[in-house]
């Protein structure tokens, strides 16, 4: 047992998520990330269960953690009770805090993790907003959306649902400040800014410095895909 494990062990994720797996496999078999990835849900159990700061190092520098799309479906079906997804979201947070997760290419995207769906949270209290859904990055969203995206202020002033507007209507409204920093310090107390500081730190240590890592993020930005950028 090493110092990754003991660490691990302390998170409350990972304490109710590993009660004992018996590794019969009931939780890969319902995975549908296993089935489109090189993921398996009892594998990870193995790893952990196995107390190898090795393998779990490993583990930790690898995709197969970002695959997992939190569905919660081996937690239901697990017949002990685990919940894979659970000790997925404690193997994360360690990969971020020691820099782990700059290893591997999922674990990259979670800078644009960060910029998007964080600093959405703290600026306008929600993940996704419209304006980020480019139709040159998702354009199976077809010739529907891409109007919608060049007219979206002036189609939502004719629902009677406008935009940045305080308290109005619909998904784009502004949240009034008071309840943004009530927002803002459970982030802050929960450890999640830490965290989003600390995926910015492990991606100019890997990539070398803090231009490269606006390099990356502007290759997302304009291609959609951070696979474009080569890591020198």
Not at 95 to 101: C, K, L, M, S
Not at 139 to 165: A, F, I, K, Q, T
Request: charged share 25%; with cysteine; net charge negative.
């Amino acid at each position: 047992m090493g110092k990754l494990f003991n660490e691990l062990k302390q998170d409350i994720l990972y304490q109710h998520g590993m009660n004992a797996c018996l590794n019969c496999g009931v939780c890969t078999a319902v995975c549908p990330a296993a089935e489109f990835n090189d993921y398996s849900p009892r594998e990870v159990m193995n790893i952990v269960q196995s107390e190898d700061d090795e393998l779990i190092e490993e583990l930790l520098k690898s995709d197969k953690i970002w695959y997992c799309g939190q569905c919660f479906s081996c937690k239901t079906r697990c017949p002990r009770g685990n919940s894979v997804a659970s000790v997925i979201l404690a193997l994360r947070r360690l990969a971020i805090h020691y820099g782990y997760f700059a290893e591997s290419e999922k674990g990259r995207q979670q800078l644009i993790a960060k910029r998007v769906f964080g600093e959405n949270m703290l600026k306008r209290g929600y993940t996704l907003l419209a304006q980020n859904i480019s139709p040159s990055h998702f354009p199976e969203l077809g010739e529907n959306w891409e109007y919608y995206y060049d007219h979206m202020r002036e189609m939502r002033e004719w629902w009677g649902v406008p935009m940045d507007l305080e308290n109005s209507p619909g998904s784009h409204r502004m949240i009034p400040e008071q309840d943004m920093e009530e927002v803002r310090t459970i982030y802050q107390k929960t450890g999640a800014v830490s965290l989003m500081d600390a995926v910015e730190k492990g991606m100019e240590k890997k990539l070398g410095s803090k231009a490269e890592v606006e390099k990356y993020w502007q290759t997302w930005l304009e291609t959609g895909d951070s696979r474009n950028y080569e890591i020198k």
